[in-house]
């Protein structure tokens, strides 16, 4: 089983990143899938999740209207389009996926993203650094 983490890299401020992470050995089809991040000195930050039992998406408020996660079932992968990046966003970003039947559902969410410890004993990416900056 893997879960292989692909894109990232430094980009001027404005532009724009992809990252997908490719999964073997398990079908992303039952999974839900989110993307955290990591920066120095941070709390680590649920900044988009994917509910595959209803096809919801959930952001961070720091991310909305700027990042985006799609699946692919043909390719097995799930993706994050980051579009406008702000310095801010510089951090190593984890995708993770966990059985359906095994995440809080985004209406019992509140305000939250997802819950890392519903992802904790998924599958998770190597991560892949970001850095946002001229």
């Known amino acids: 089983v893997q879960f292989v983490e692909s894109g990232g890299g430094l980009v001027q401020p404005g532009g724009s990143l992809r990252l997908s992470c490719e999964a073997s050995?398990?079908?992303?089809?039952?999974?839900?899938a989110a993307w955290f991040r990591q920066a120095p000195g941070k709390e680590r930050e649920a900044v988009a999740s994917?509910?595959?039992?209803?096809?919801?998406?959930e952001y961070a408020d720091s991310v909305k209207g700027r990042f985006t996660i799609s699946t692919d079932n043909a390719k097995n992968t799930v993706s994050l389009q980051m579009d406008s990046l702000r310095p801010e966003d510089t951090a190593k970003y984890l995708c993770a996926a966990a059985p359906d039947y095994a995440v809080t559902p985004g209406k019992e969410l509140g305000n939250k993203v997802a819950l890392y410890s519903d992802y904790e004993r998924g599958y998770w990416g190597q991560g892949t650094q970001v850095t946002v900056s001229s």
């Open positions: 050995g398990f079908s992303l089809k039952h999974y839900a």
């Open positions: 994917f509910d595959v039992l209803d096809g919801t998406t």
